[in-house]
């Protein structure tokens, strides 16, 4: 890239990124203090936005043509069947089959891979409910020492417990997710026998890091990392939170008014 | 479609191919990412709505016809972050666009930025910086 091409993409990224820049600065200010114990409550956004966004895929694993996820025979059978308009097998939106564009919860675990914001945790002795900025969802991690259903009805947001590995580590299983629903946003596939585990690390008052593995013996060969240590950044507690929402009747418009007339054939 | 429209530039920018626009749910397999236009318009709509907010405008092509372009940007949480909001726009307004256009040459493209009462806005259709790029 020339200088002066250098110059003004640092400019645009610089401009692009000032509001999330500014809301760093001040959400917490000061040094960050020690964590609190077994406590995760609080108001939360990605430290970098867009370390949320992931739009080629799971942060970790982005198809980008770099990165591949340990495909089993059957699980790259499975991929191949998704048409991602994302990632190194975009194709245009007459040929995707993307469930989430047709409105369909994006379902865990892409909530967390894909359009992860401003998220809100809340704790009490039985439960640690998650509530995200896309689409409005909440997740309940129940705490009561309950295991996970044995040869349950699969859910878009599967089932979710959650135990305290250390004062500042909480450990969540989730297993039960409906296997129509995708991982990311690049058409990872997986089936109802998935297990995802996430470690959230309160590492300092101010900060969560959140990793993420993927276990679905069927389709991937061995576990692998979708988030490793997503740094999230605590803000004011009177955050209110965005709304973000798929809604069919702007989808349609959006396609009406746009995509479609990126459909037709080239003009001579 | 050849570029019979009152276009006050076109460049094609050495950069390289942006795999997607920022945030993009619909990503960009109809545009010519290698491409920037610039066009003088007037707006006729702006819709600010999930997934992806639309500008309608007009633009006059060389021969004077009148030519209706739509473009979009991210959704309106993105935009609002940018500066962006319901009513920044109303028809009538002289902007001036700079737009990655479609491959199919459809008027329709993606707003990199515009241009509205000599102050500059942020659309889409750059890069998204690498996570390092953005570390504070």
Known sequence: MSEPSAVLALAVITAWMHPFVAVAQTATGGAAAPPPVRDLSGVWQPANALDGIQPNGARNMPADGKHEPPYTAFGLELFKRNKPSNGTTEVNPAEENDPAHACDPQGFPRENLFELRTTQIVQNPNQTIILYTYGRIYRIVWTDGRALPKDPDPRWFGYSIGRWRDDYTFVVETSGTDARTWLDNAGRPHTEDMRVEEIFHRVNRDRVELSMTIDDPKVYSKPWLALDNLPMRLVPANTDMPEMMCSPSELAEYNKRHASKGQNPSKP | ?136
């Open chain 2, 1 to 136: 479609m050849e570029r019979k429209l009152y276009i006050t530039s076109l460049i094609a920018l050495g950069l390289a191919a942006a795999p997607t626009g920022l945030f993009a749910h619909h990503g960009s397999a109809l545009y010519d990412t290698n491409k920037r236009i610039t066009v003088q318009a007037v707006v006729t709509d702006w819709l600010w709505a999930n997934p992806h907010c639309l500008l309608e405008f007009d633009v006059k092509d060389d021969k004077g016809n009148t030519v209706h372009w739509n473009a979009e940007v991210s959704n309106p949480q993105d935009m609002t972050n940018l500066g962006w909001s319901r009513k920044m726009f109303k028809p009538g307004d002289e902007v001036t666009l700079t737009l990655v256009p479609a491959k199919n040459g459809e008027p329709i493209g993606r707003i990199v930025e515009v241009i509205l009462n000599g102050k500059k806005y942020t659309g889409m259709g750059v890069r998204p910086p690498a996570p390092e790029e953005s570390k504070q």
